[in-house]
Nanobody, 122 residues
Framework: DVQLVESGGGSVQGEGSLTLSCVGS????????LGWLRQLPGKERETVAT???????RYANSVKGRFTIIRGKDHRSVTLQMADLKPDDTAMYYC?????????????????WGQGTQVTVS
């Protein structure tokens, strides 16, 4: 079974930084798309950033220039470096993986995701 375990969430003041980490296991697809999703209170889950099998990255407009997604050398782990955090970034953040070709923009098109880690910006 695929498992994704996130860590690194917490509370931070505005304009602060946090780094989220995700370690995947049970992933047999060679070069999967990895991503970070988030769910703000009372809103639908959204895709924050993705890195595809070739290392190409894509970001939501709301985080461009502030967040950086980095894929691990094993292609099974991924981090999200977050800078200049804003209260609107407060959300539960989820690591996600797609176990076939393509790198989706819609959260529903990912194959699996973790339990999430909370980020709170005050």
């Amino acid at each position: 079974d695929v498992q994704l375990v996130e860590s690194g969430g917490g509370s931070v003041q505005g304009e602060g930084s946090l780094t989220l980490s995700c370690v995947g296991s049970g992933i047999t697809y060679r070069d999967p798309c990895l991503g970070w999703l988030r769910q703000l209170p009372g809103k639908e889950r959204e895709t924050v950033a993705t890195v595809d099998g070739y290392g190409g990255t894509r970001y939501a407009n709301s985080v461009k220039g502030r967040f950086t997604i980095i894929r691990g050398k094993d292609h099974r782990s991924v981090t999200l470096q977050m800078a200049d955090l804003k209260p609107d970034d407060t959300a539960m953040y989820y690591c996600a993986v797609r176990l076939n070709s393509g790198c989706p923009t819609r959260p529903a098109d990912f194959s699996a995701w973790g339990q999430g880690t909370q980020v709170t910006v005050s």
